[in-house]
């Protein structure tokens, strides 16, 4: 059973240009969740996905930011007109139905605004 | 809201010697979880261990264990026998039963020197 994937491993945006952020979950997880590591500091929570809906993105940035997880293909996190400061580490994590405590993480995308 | 709190940025243990590792949180909930998480160099977060608030006894995981107190919401890591691929930053998690989302604290940086 393969983890949890994200691509790409790493990502080198100029300001203003759009970065695309993918997770597949690992198999049979249907929750996705996405967390922003910024340097020196711990992960962040960012928003919570199932299959179509948006659950909870009480940690998202009001603007730029936007993320959706649909019935086919990868979730996706979205940030547009991207800023210096959306330079971080971006964690994907998948769990099990109502299992949340579960979270099996992806291995990062790396992003540099330069 | 709940805050994680891990006060020591930086440690150091000798190669087969034991270190504890502290984690202090917030919260006014009685039913939650905590972790610890290990990222190495590599990224990736890796599960060490989970305790449920609800039981007294302290986790255990081969060499990894737990001294959970409740009442000083305090939950601290021991490694023994430290091992040189144990050199990671360590982080410790919360999350509430009824919730879907980590609340991390902002690391501890662990190197064992051989």
């Known amino acids: 059973n393969a983890g949890v994937m994200q691509n790409p491993r790493h990502l080198v945006r100029r300001r203003g240009q759009e970065a695309r952020l993918r997770c597949s979950p690992m198999?049979?997880?249907?929750?996705v969740y996405w967390y922003r590591q910024l340097p020196e500091e711990g992960l962040k929570f960012m928003v919570y996905?199932?299959?179509?809906?948006?659950?909870?993105e009480s940690g998202m940035p009001k603007e730029r930011f936007s993320a959706e997880f649909p019935k086919e293909g990868p979730s996706i996190l979205r940030i547009q007109q991207v800023v210096r400061g959306d330079s971080a580490a971006y964690f994907c994590?998948?769990?099990?139905?109502?299992?949340?405590?579960?979270?099996?993480f992806g291995p990062g995308t790396r992003l540099t605004v330069t | 809201a709940q805050t994680v709190t891990q006060s020591q940025p930086e440690m150091s243990v000798q190669e087969a010697e034991t270190v504890t590792l502290s984690c202090t949180y917030d919260?006014?909930?009685?039913?939650?979880?905590l972790f610890w998480y290990k990222q190495p160099p590599s990224r990736q977060m890796i599960l060490v261990i989970r305790?449920?608030?609800?039981?007294?006894q302290n986790a255990t995981e081969n060499r990894f264990s737990v001294n959970f107190q409740k009442a000083a919401k305090s939950f601290s890591l021991k490694i023994s026998d430290s091992q040189l691929g144990d050199t990671a930053m360590y982080f410790c998690?919360?999350?509430?039963?009824?919730?879907?989302?980590?609340?991390f604290g902002t690391g501890t940086s662990l190197t064992v020197i051989p």
């Open positions: 998690a919360f999350m509430l039963m009824t919730g879907n989302q980590f609340y």
């Open positions: 994590a998948s769990s099990p139905s109502l299992t949340y405590y579960e979270q099996y």
């Open positions: 919260t006014s909930e009685n039913n939650y979880y």
């Open positions: 198999k049979g997880h249907s929750h």
């Open positions: 305790q449920e608030a609800y039981k007294q």
């Open positions: 996905l199932q299959k179509e809906n948006i659950i909870d």
